[in-house]
């Protein structure tokens, strides 16, 4: 399964974006991760197809909205009051296999279990 993620850029403190991920096959979890600079990568958000049920992590709870269209096979980011913070390039990822629901899991167990990740998109936010 191949996925891309777009809809990055440059926007000011309080702007919205909405990232894309597409992907070329089934998938059964996508996840929203990001990374900044000397940092390690951060879980931000997840969608679970067979129920629609959605994760957030507490950094973006009330921020961002995850969402699907399963006609597309693709999973939507929409960032909205974006703060400088925020700064940080983008990945999805995807398994392919059920999981257990992020709620359930370590940040690093949500990382180290997807199957795939795309390319990333950067988020840059001014202040």
């Known amino acids: 399964v191949q996925l891309q993620a777009s809809g990055g850029g440059s926007v000011q403190t309080g702007g919205s974006l909405r990232l894309s991920c597409t992907a070329s096959g089934r998938t059964f979890t996508v996840g929203w991760f990001r990374q900044a600079p000397g940092r390690e990568r951060e879980v931000l958000a997840a969608?679970?197809?067979?129920?629609?049920?959605?994760y957030y992590s507490d950094t973006v709870k009330g921020r961002f909205t995850i969402s699907g269209d399963n006609t597309k096979r693709t999973v939507y980011l929409q960032m909205d009051s974006l703060k400088p913070e925020d700064t940080a390039k983008y990945y999805c990822a995807a398994t392919v296999t059920p999981t257990p629901p992020f709620s359930r899991l370590t940040a690093n167990q949500a990382i180290a279990g997807m199957d795939y990740w795309g390319k990333g998109t950067q988020v840059t936010v001014s202040s």
């Open positions: 969608f679970m197809w067979h129920d629609k049920s959605t």
